[in-house]
Each structure stands twice: as C-alpha cells, then as structure tokens.
C-alpha cells in the first residue's frame, strides 16, 4: 500500500497546475500545487479554504471577461454528469499586484479540465480541476493570423506578384492571383513556358542556376508576359528558404512590373542621344558662317582694298550675319514657345491672306531650286475661312513647313499647298515628292531634334527645329499638326488643321501712311543729323557701329563703361543714347534711369541694344525708360527708322 505522503508528492511536484475543489456551487479550494501556485502568483494561504471565485474574481471593469461563468458551467457539467469536462482554452483574466502595490487584471488564457473524484460508494468527494497556462501559445497563434492578415493585405495591395517555387524551381505558386501577368489559369505549360518569352528563357534559366546553385538570392530583371498581350518588363527576387540541415526546401519571391521605368528610361536615352547629335549639328551650323566671316576680315587686311572687294566682302559679312541671326532667333522661339513664354496677338485673321504672306516669303528659295509649285486657297467667299489667331505667327507656321519641303525636295521637284474650310475648321496641306521619311521618323517629325535622324549629312541645314516650333504655336491656337510619308524617297505630307471662326462682316482697311525711305542707320530726308552717345563694353562691336553712325553723318560719342557715360552725358547732352544691357559695374537698365533722372538727358530717346531677346527682357527695359529695343546684331534699316523719326 502506498503512503499518502508519495500521493501528496506527486500532486504538488507534478508539471501541470491541479487543485481539488468542494463539489459545491462556491468551489472551495481544498489543496492546490505548486505548479499553479507558480503560474498563479498565488500562494496556499491565500487559496486553500477559500472559494475559487472569490481567489480569482471576474473582472468588474471588463465587460467582455465571462470567465467565471464559464468556468462555473464546466464544473456543474462535471458533477451532474460525473464524467470529466474540458475547456480547451479559457479566457480567464486574473488579479494580480504590482511591485507598487498597485493592482490590475492580467490577461491570461487557460486550458482546464474538471473530473469528479468519488468515494468507495460513488459519491463525488472532490473535483480535481488541472489547468495549463496557455497564454503565450494564444498571443502566438494571434500574432501569427495577424502577421498572415497582414501579408494578405500586403500582397493584395502591392503591385507585385507575390510567388513561392518549389526548391527546384518546377512548380510555381501564386499567392496573390495574376497580378500584371498573362491569365494562363487553363494552361498545362511550365510556368517558364508561360510567362517567360522564348528569347528570354536562357537568360532567365542561367540566373537560376546560379542562385539554386549557390543557395543565394535570385534576381533578375528580364522580359516577361503581360497581362494586356503585351511583353513587359519586370523585375523578379526571390530568397531561399533553408532548413536545419541548411538545404533549400522552398523559395519565396515577388516580380514588379518596371515597364513603364524601362520605357522611360529608353526614352530619357534617346532624347540625350537627340540631344548630343543636335549640339554637334548647332557647333556645324554655327561654324560653317565663322569661315566666311574670318576670310572676309583677311580680304579687308590685304593691301589697299577697291570699291568692288569691300562691296563684294560686305555682301558676304551681311549674308553670314542674317544666317546665324536666323538660327539664334529659331533657338530662342521654340525656347520660348515650348516654355510657355509667348503671348498670342489673336485676331480674326483671313487664312487666304497668311498664305499668302508665307508663300511670299519662301517664293525665291523654292525659285533657286527650280521647284514646280502650285498653290489653291480655300476655296470659300472672301473673308469665310477665318481663323481666331496671331497672324504673324500662323504665317510663320506655314513658311516653316513650306521651307521644310523646299529644303528636302531636290531641285525640279513638285510642291503643293493646298487650303480647305469646312463649318468647324480650316486645314492646310503641304506635300511634296522629296525625300521622304521612314515611318517611325514621320511619328515623331515635330519633335525637337528630329531631324538629326532625317539629315545626319546636314546637306539640308538648320537645325531641325522649324517644325517643333510649328507644331508648339499650332497647338496654342487649339490647332493639330499630322506628318505621313510612304517612306524614304517618296515625299511627305504635312497638315496643320485649326480651329474655324464664323464669318465677320468686312470692315474698311485703313489707309497705309505713306513709307519713309531712309538709309540703312542714317538720315531720312529732311532728317537733321544728330548727336549719339554710344555705350558698349565690346569695344569692336561700339567701334564699327560708331563708324556706320559717322559716315550717315550723325556725331557719335562712344564710351565703355557707365560712369564715364554719365559724366559724358551731363557734359555733352546727347539727343540719342545708344546702351547696351550687359555693361560692367551697372546694367543698361541703371544707366537708363540715372539718364532720365539727368536734366541733361530726361528727354533723350533711350534706345537698347543688347544681345537679350526674351520678350520679358524687353518689357523690363521698356520699363526703366527705354523708347526702343534692339536685339543684337542690330537691324541697321530698323535703327535707321529711328534715328531719322528723332531728326525730323
């Protein structure tokens, strides 16, 4: 027979909490272990003789805390039955005190099971009530259904496909549905087969090897199938998982579609090649006009030069002067286009007439090249085809594009204009039988640069922005632009289409004030010569337009910095003040108001010359009290005009 003290032992060194309770509705604890003792915090004062209930009280302040009812409920099964109850997890929150005497509850969970205890004649004496603290298991598992709610959330929102692979990359599994790949749900094919593009399949089968190989991160960016027919790009990782044994037995991964980044990047890659091939086209074209300008300056060195060489080496400096006048003023106007910084003088304007201008102005070039041209006008009562537009703008518009068949169609070839107005808009059309354009080059005709394609032996000249402008200004005027060409060697069609105004009444032109006829920079007739104060820091630059003022018969006083003008200026009091914007120490602008605030000089005509072209660099010299605004090299005709308005 065994002692109840090995019995007694047992019960209180066993791992798992017990206590021996009264069969009764209060419970009273009547031996408890030192398991529980140990997990409860409790000790056998506080829990032997007295209630289970009154040990281990609900939780008034927690609405949710139902475990004394429960735990009551499983006992009385127990004894009614007389058969154990369980209750696999219990949440049972239990008073404890704190180090500061303070006390609170404690969340704690519990697995218990109540088994009745009878006597020899089958009477319950003791409930036998066993508990484990399960606590830590329960915020594990909750942890781990949040951690997988949280990557379901993540996987859904994020763009990737989120994927596992068997560890010898045979089998693919999606945990997050297609994503941006190809539906292949009914497909019996690998996956490699079905995501991966023939082509690419080595690629991606070598990149594998290495990290199956080496047990080491996989990733790779490679062609893949999309979801929309097309092939994509994506970028594809994914991390080994091992074992204890150190050995691979699942791989995890996520693919990003980076399409859109490729695309972008291809792009930023071709406009840099653009770019670089069109500074070396602008260095060729701004060279090819130095060359005559340099020889023309040796001519004019050599011994004593007569009439006919000075006249002829003139007409060659004047020539290569207007050339590169012409490329900085197409370089500033898409600047200014392109960047928003033009304003529209929009008027009704008669389509007819700007054609009729721009035709004008190209008439000699397509003459110098034989060219047959034939040109039909809208085809409407005078004044119907009307559009809301900037007239000197539009008529740029069309000589640009008239000047791009000109210098791409070869000598004796066919140009043809032709004009349309419907009841919404006005279309014009210039085609030509030149040279043509492969048809990826005709999409993007009107991009900045794109001729660096069309001409790379830049027979043709300028610089290819003539039809980036033209499309920027039509599309100001809520106008489309439309390049097609067969392909190379059978010429191109350009259309420009605007909107259409309804027609106007006609109203009377005014009369023209009759023109005054003057020399270039010099006097007009009944013009009085005049006297100039000329301020330029270059000094040739104020040096050769003295000379052009002198011989018109003006006197002309020329200074290089501002001080000096000033004083000049009190001294000599100029009817004419010619200043450069950019001069040292005080800009042009400065020097215009400390002249106007000069008795000597308030009511002087101010006239800019400068190098300064933006249209804000003209207001803001307008503004500080300039009358005129002359970009370098200045127009001597325009300046002419001036001078002889100031003499009369």
């Not at 017990?18 to 209060?26: G, H, I, V």
Request: hydrophobic letters at 40%; a negative charge.
């Amino acid at each position: 027979m065994l002692s109840s003290s090995l019995f007694e032992s047992v019960f209180n060194h066993a791992p798992v909490g017990n206590y021996l309770l009264s069969p009764t509705p209060d419970a009273i604890v009547l031996a408890v272990n030192d398991t529980f003792l140990a997990a409860s915090g409790r000790t056998r004062e506080e829990m032997v003789g007295v209630s289970l209930f009154v040990t281990f009280p609900a939780d008034p302040d927690d609405p949710e805390d139902t475990s004394e009812t429960v735990l009551r409920a499983s006992l009385a099964r127990a004894i009614a039955s007389g058969k154990p109850d369980s209750l696999p997890t219990i949440r049972y929150p239990i008073r404890v005190t704190l180090p500061n005497g303070e006390e609170r509850f404690e969340e704690r969970y519990w697995s218990a099971v109540s088994t009745p205890l009878f006597d020899a004649g089958g009477r319950i004496l003791y409930v036998s009530h066993t508990t484990s603290d399960v606590t830590e298991q329960v915020r594990s598992a909750a942890a781990l259904r949040e951690s997988e709610k949280r990557f379901r959330a993540l996987t859904d929102a994020a763009a990737d496909v989120v994927y596992t692979m068997s560890p010898d990359w045979s089998e693919m599994h999606q945990l997050d549905g297609r994503g941006f790949l190809k539906d292949t749900s009914n497909s019996d094919e690998s996956w490699l087969d079905e995501y991966i593009p023939l082509e690419e399949r080595p690629r991606v089968r070598a990149a594998i090897d290495t990290a199956r190989r080496n047990k080491a991160v996989f990733e790779l960016e490679h062609r893949v199938l999309r979801a929309d027919g097309s092939t994509g790009w994506t970028l594809s990782r994914a991390v080994p998982m091992l074992d204890a044994e150190g050995e691979v037995y699942e791989w995890i991964g996520a693919a990003n579609d980076v399409t859109e980044r490729r695309e972008a990047e291809e792009k930023l890659r071709q406009a840099d090649r653009h770019k670089d091939e069109f500074l070396a086209m602008l260095a060729h074209e701004l060279r090819n006009p130095l060359a005559p300008l340099g020889a023309a300056a040796q001519l004019l060195q050599m011994g004593q030069p007569d009439a006919a060489r000075v006249r002829h080496t003139s007409q060659i400096i004047g020539r290569q002067v207007l050339h590169m006048t012409h490329l900085i003023d197409d370089l500033l106007d898409v600047s200014r286009v392109t960047n928003g910084l033009v304003a529209l003088d929009k008027a009704p304007a008669d389509l007819n007439r700007i054609l009729a201008e721009a035709v004008e102005q190209v008439t000699p070039l397509m003459r110098a090249r034989g060219h047959d041209f034939s040109c039909r006008f809208a085809q409407s009562a005078p004044g119907a085809a009307l559009v809301d537009g900037d007239s000197k703008r539009l008529v740029q518009v069309v000589a640009n594009i008239l000047n791009n068949a000109a210098k791409y169609t070869p000598e004796g070839g066919v140009i043809a204009l032709a004009a349309q107005a419907d009841a919404h808009e006005v279309c014009v059309t210039v085609s030509d039988n030149g040279i043509g354009m492969a048809p990826q080059l005709a999409a993007r005709a009107f991009d900045l640069f794109a001729q660096a394609e069309r001409s790379p032996d830049r027979s043709s000249g300028g610089l290819g922005l003539g039809l980036a402008l033209v499309r920027s200004l039509v599309e100001l005027h809520g106008g489309s632009v439309a390049c097609e060409s067969a392909g190379e060697g059978q010429g191109s069609r350009f259309t420009v289409c605007l909107p259409r105004l309804p027609r106007l009444p006609a109203e009377p032109v005014p009369a023209q004030p009759d023109a005054i006829v003057a020399n270039d920079a010099g006097t007009a007739d009944g013009a009085a010569p005049l006297r100039i104060m000329l301020v330029d820091d270059n000094v040739d630059a104020a040096s050769t337009l003295a000379m052009l003022l002198e011989i018109a018969g003006h006197e002309v006083a020329v200074e290089h910095h501002p001080l000096p003008a000033l004083a000049r200026a009190r001294a000599a009091s100029p009817q004419v003040c010619l200043l450069d914007i950019g001069l040292p120490d005080m800009d042009g602008k400065e020097l215009a108001q400390r002249l106007r605030a000069q008795p000597e000089t308030a009511n002087s005509l101010l006239v800019a010359i400068t190098g300064y072209g933006q249209d804000s660099d003209r207001a803001c010299a307008l503004e500080a009290g300039f009358d005129h605004y002359l970009v370098k090299p200045i127009d001597t005709a325009a300046l002419g005009d001036i001078l002889a308005g100031a003499g009369r």
